[in-house]
């Protein structure tokens, strides 16, 4: 089993960036592949990125490739999201999850608490 904590959101303005955090429990984190999920006011939550246990492949929401990159510090149990050029359709609440060792055919086991990012314009 492992926990999940994320960090990282705030309130910015259309433009900005934010690097998101998730840091696991427990010695197998380096064993999950480890994904980033968005939930807005009134729709459903979706899937942002990807990555796989070794970091060596990743898969992205296609409207948000270019914008967002997934990675992640096994040695610090640790998944990052850096988001550039913000937008306000962009706020939500990010949550991390992990679950398998592959990013191809993720499906969560275990999910973190959320962060909330607001993005204003």
């Known amino acids: 089993q492992v926990q999940l904590v994320e960090s990282g959101g705030g309130l910015v303005q259309a433009g900005d960036s934010l690097r998101l955090s998730c840091v696991g429990s427990g010695r197998t984190f380096s064993s999950y592949a480890m994904g980033w999920f968005r939930q807005a006011p009134g729709k459903e939550r979706e899937n942002v990125a990807r990555?796989?246990?070794?970091?060596?492949?990743?898969y992205y929401a296609p409207a948000l490739k270019g914008r967002f990159t997934i990675s992640r510090n096994n040695a610090k149990n640790t998944v990052y999201l850096q988001m550039n050029s913000l937008k306000p359709e962009d706020t939500a609440v990010y949550y991390c999850a992990a679950g398998g060792s592959s990013a191809f055919n993720f499906v969560p086991d275990y999910w973190g608490q959320g962060t909330q990012v607001t993005v204003s314009s």
């Open positions: 990555i796989s246990s070794s970091g060596g492949t990743t």
